[in-house]
């Protein structure tokens, strides 16, 4: 089992205002998830966060009975059973990013969906799983209204999200290293991730440096500061002045788990 360190933070709102985060984590036997739900721009719909949470749970479960099984059959199998239990509709439901790290006797996967990346280190160096294509819709101004981001959701011109389509799963990024390969895996939410990609606060060798030396909130605190120092979103354009902050570290160098109640 390797060391796995955790740190979250809740955001705000639309509104400026604290409320519960949409971020999840879930550690398995062999296994780290790392969940960011995005509410729907339907009132009627429950949030993000409600989706997410279910996501991860079934997710969670379906591993625990098949902790082998591929990892892109189980998230397309997730997404249909929540889908059908709860009559989610296409394009008007709630959605999830989904970042996924298992350890097999061979191998480590690594599963990205949406704008939640994993990045491993090992002898192979810093490799940057991570899905861009929200990124690239939002440089080229294609995601300006709801509309908008309900048009490209889940569309071959647009974005894939785990929704209400299970072929979402599908257009997943994926990564297999041999685990002999791997020294540490991060798994962040975008607020955390955005602190390397748009912030230039740190590479992800320094956000692993400063995650074992001083834990992995000290990345999600240094975050934080800039954006106080940006509170209106002058330097760096945001919807939101703090988003949730998930970051995980599996470490295979020992065997403790920091960080869960």
């Known amino acids: 089992m390797p060391e796995i360190a955790i740190a979250e933070r809740a955001g705000v709102g639309a509104d400026g205002h604290p409320r519960p985060t949409e971020d999840h984590v879930v550690v398995l036997d062999n296994a780290v998830?790392?969940?960011?739900?995005?509410?729907?721009?339907e009132p009627s719909q429950p949030p993000g966060g409600w989706y997410a949470e279910r996501l991860a749970r079934r997710l969670a479960e379906d591993l625990h009975v098949a902790p082998e099984a591929d990892l892109t059959e189980v998230l397309t199998s997730a997404i249909a059973a929540l889908t059908a239990e709860h009559r989610l509709q296409p394009q008007r439901s709630p959605s999830s990013t989904v970042a996924a790290v298992r350890w097999l006797e061979d191998r480590v996967d690594a599963l990205v969906l949406a704008d939640s990346p994993v990045v491993g280190f090992g002898g192979?160096?810093?490799d940057v799983v991570s899905?861009?294509?929200?990124?690239?819709l939002r440089r080229r101004g294609m995601l300006q209204t709801g509309a908008d981001v309900r048009r490209r959701r889940n569309a071959h011109d647009g974005f894939w999200v785990a929704e209400a389509d299970p072929g979402a799963a599908a257009h997943s990024v994926r990564r297999s290293w041999p685990r002999a390969d791997v020294?540490?895996?991060l798994l962040a939410s975008d607020g955390v991730s955005i602190g390397v990609d748009q912030y230039e606060l740190f590479?992800?060798?320094?956000?692993?440096a400063v995650s074992r030396a001083d834990g992995p909130d000290a990345v999600l605190a240094a975050v934080r500061t800039a954006e106080k120092q940006d509170p209106d979103g002058e330097?760096?354009?945001?919807?939101k002045r703090h988003d949730d902050q998930a970051l995980v570290v599996v470490d295979f160098e020992s065997g403790v788990i920091q960080g869960l109640p």
């Open 124 to 126: 192979f160096g810093v």
């Open 235 to 239: 330097r760096w354009p945001r919807p």
């Open 33 to 41: 998830l790392v969940l960011d739900g995005a509410t729907s721009s």
């Open 131 to 136: 899905d861009d294509r929200l990124a690239r």
């Open 183 to 185: 020294e540490a895996v």
């Open 203 to 208: 590479d992800w060798r320094e956000v692993l």
